[in-house]
């Protein structure tokens, strides 16, 4: 069931790629508006492209952060009868690992983070930091060419 998970992300990128190919042959042109980036596109890579992206989106929030393992309830277990012993090679179930969590939001070109931790929050004041110079780069490259 993990290979499921990748589905959205793999249709994103395939997505990302279909509208880099319908660049660079000409079929579709970027802006940036307000630092929002705008694909207008007319060929078949710049229709597939946009069919792709939003089939990742979907794909990722339908299939991406569920988990997929059984639960077990307390209140469907078997009740024990008086007297009786447990075997001796039962393992106790392990306490459940904390989902640690992070994000970043643009608000504008300034990025906002926040994070269930500390190590996470790091980790996504990081990935904010690339993805602004990155942004930088890409616009500042898209205004002198």
Same mark, same amino acid.
């Given at each position: 069931?993990?290979?499921?998970? #990748?589905?959205? /992300?793999?249709?994103? +990128?395939?997505?990302?790629?279909? %509208?880099?190919?319908?660049?660079? !042959? ?13 694909? $207008?596109?007319?060929?078949?890579? &710049? ?5 792709? +992206? *939003?089939? @990742? =989106?979907?794909l990722t929030f339908f %299939?991406g952060p569920f988990s *997929? ?9 078997? /009740? !024990? ?8 090679? $039962?393992?106790?179930?392990?306490? /459940?690992? &904390? !989902? !640690?969590? @992070? @994000? $970043?939001? =643009? ?6 983070? =926040? ?12 990935? @904010? ?5 990155? #942004? ?5 490259? #898209?205004?002198?060419?």
């Amino acid at each position: 069931m993990r290979t499921i998970r #990748l589905l959205g /992300p793999a249709a994103l +990128v395939a997505g990302l790629i279909a %509208f880099g190919w319908a660049v660079a !042959r000409g079929d579709a042109k970027l802006y940036l508006i307000f630092v929002v980036p705008v694909i $207008v596109g007319t060929g078949p890579f &710049a229709i597939l492209g946009i069919l792709l +992206v *939003f089939l @990742g =989106f979907a794909l990722t929030f339908f %299939f991406g952060p569920f988990s *997929f393992a059984p639960s077990s309830h307390p209140a469907t277990e078997s /009740p !024990r009868t008086m007297g009786e012993v447990p075997p001796q090679d $039962v393992v106790p179930p392990q306490t /459940p690992r &904390a !989902r !640690r969590w @992070g @994000g $970043v939001v =643009f608000l504008g070109p300034i990025p906002v983070v =926040f994070g269930s931790d500390p190590q996470m929050t790091r980790r996504m004041l990081l990935l @904010g930091a690339i993805l602004f110079f990155a #942004l930088l780069i890409l616009t500042i490259t #898209l205004f002198f060419v």
